[in-house]
Structures are given as C-alpha cells and as structure tokens.
C-alpha cells in the first residue's frame, strides 16, 4: 500500500531522481530562473525549499548538510552569500511557478521556476499600486465620481477664501 507516500517519482528509481533534482536545484541557484516540466518544478520545490532555508542561519553544519544533497561548492557558495541576504526575512516559499503552456513535441505541461527575490519585474510590480479593473455597469459609478471630484475642490477653494477674507 502507498500510504502516505505523495510525492512524485517522475518515472525514475531513487538514484536518478536525487540526481535530476539535485541538479536542478544547482541550475536554480546559480541561474535564479530555470524552464521545466511542471511535475519536476513542483518535484523540485519540495527538494530546494528546505535546502534554500537553511541558508538562513550561516554555519558549518548547514553548510555541510547542504553540500551533501547538491555536491557543488560554488552553488552553496552562492546559496549561503546571496540567496540568503534577499531571502533572510522571508518566512517561506522562496521559488514561484509561472506556467507557460504545453511543450510542442508532447504536449507536456511547461512552466518556469524562480526565485523570487530575484524577478525585478514582480518586485517593481509589487511596489506600485494597482488601478481598478474593467466593470461592466454602464458608467453611473464614474459619473458619480466625476461629480463629486469637481465638487470636491470648488468646497475646498471657497475654505481657503475664507480665511484669505478675514
């Protein structure tokens, strides 16, 4: 029986899949971004987060602990140098899947996985503040407030007269 067994073996034994997804995780850390099959980016969020996290707190065991699931010195170099600055206050859910329609050849489902301190355009995004949508009523709603913005500074100007009078 396979209870409680979720996770996805991608049609590999257990060698192979360690291998693939941890050289997955090096390609994410060293590139920042990587395009992939979408059950290997969910495969490979469960296997990076928690490497991603330890980078957190900087110390030769986490060090080590890291450098035996990914076997590159340079990717846990740059994990614990510069991954860990932008992601150091950040509680969780250090990758975001973007998906990007199906592969030509068979039709599999594609999408591309991130970092996410590192997309400059979801962070400029972030910052500014988001218009109202599209509505479907007829315009009664911008009609109204149209009247209530030219009221609004014809109230104001008659206030600052006032005073000037005085």
Do not use: W
């Amino acid at each position: 029986m396979r209870h409680n067994k979720k996770f996805n073996h991608l049609g590999r034994k257990k060698a192979h899949r360690d291998a693939l997804l941890a050289n997955m995780t090096i390609s994410l850390i060293m590139k920042k971004r990587i395009f992939t099959t979408l059950a290997k980016a969910k495969a490979l969020r469960m296997y990076a987060e928690p490497l991603i996290n330890r980078a957190k707190e900087d110390s030769m065991g986490n060090r080590r602990l890291v450098f035996s699931y990914l076997q590159n010195k340079y990717a846990v170099t740059e994990l614990f140098r510069e991954v860990a600055q932008k992601i150091a206050d950040r509680p969780g859910g250090y990758t975001r899947i973007l998906k990007t329609g199906n592969r030509l050849g068979d039709n599999a489902q594609m999408c591309m996985i991130e970092l996410v301190d590192y997309n400059e355009n979801m962070l400029k995004d972030k910052g500014a503040k988001k218009t109202a949508g599209r509505t479907r009523r007829s315009g009664k709603k911008a009609a109204d407030k149209a009247a209530v913005e030219t009221t609004a500074p014809a109230a104001e100007a008659s206030a600052a007269e006032a005073p000037a009078a005085e």
